[in-house]
């Protein structure tokens, strides 16, 4: 596996990359790609922190697993590269964020930008075989990524994490709510969306956050490709 890292987070998490459980697993992600199809590329798994250095890190979303079909994944969560349909939760993020506040909803699903404004985009577990949801967790990911999590909220600067469903609020402990800004609903897949994510108004509440905390709020607005 590729391990590299910008220099604020290999200090940061680069003593990870020696630890048992991080061998175990680059061993196996490096079999499953002698083996099988594995999403992202190699060169892609750690976009989400090539793309926000730790230092400028202001909102934190998680998400879970990698999207498994051809050409989606490239290491941002909910994510897609340019010219891929967004698949459906991302399609309702999309409707979420023009009914909450007004943005169009783009020709594309490419959140890049909203990377390189300080928006930390993570997924619990960073690689996925090939049409297999799922099929990489609780190889190790979840450990190193926890880790990513506790040096986020070890900032001195306030960050907002933004946790959709179950899954991503079992991280709260993880995280110092005094300090910091947990906004958090149901998750915006088709099977949860009408049951608590439409209608939360994540993205006014992020910049609120933002703007309380005197921080340059996210311009969610995202280009036609």
């Known amino acids: ?105 783009p020709n594309n699903g490419f959140l890049m930008p909203w990377a390189d404004q300080g928006m930390l985009l993570l997924n619990a577990v960073l690689t996925v075989r090939a049409h297999a949801a799922n099929s990489h967790k609780n190889k190790g990911w979840e450990k190193f990524t926890d880790e990513a999590i506790r040096q986020v909220n070890d900032k001195a600067e306030h960050v907002v994490f933004v946790l959709w469903g179950g899954y991503a609020q079992k991280k709260i402990p993880l995280i110092d709510t005094n300090r910091h800004t947990v906004v958090q609903s149901a998750h915006p897949s088709p099977l949860s969306a009408h049951n608590g994510f439409f209608g939360s108004r994540p993205f006014s509440q992020i910049n609120a956050a933002l703007r309380a905390h005197g921080q340059a709020e996210i311009d969610w607005q995202l280009p036609d490709m």
């Open 1 to 105: 596996m590729n391990l590299s890292l910008p220099a604020d987070w290999q200090s940061a998490l680069g003593a990870e990359f020696d630890k048992p459980y991080f061998q175990k697993l680059s061993e196996f992600v490096d079999e499953e790609r002698r083996t099988h199809t594995v999403f992202p590329p190699e060169d892609e798994v750690f976009n989400a922190f090539a793309h926000a250095p730790l230092s400028q890190v202001k909102v934190l979303l998680l998400g879970q697993d990698p999207y498994h079909d051809n050409n989606q994944a490239h290491g941002l969560c909910f994510s897609v590269c340019p010219g891929i349909k967004p698949p459906p939760s991302l399609q309702n993020m999309f409707r979420e964020l023009r009914d909450d506040i007004g943005c169009h909803v």
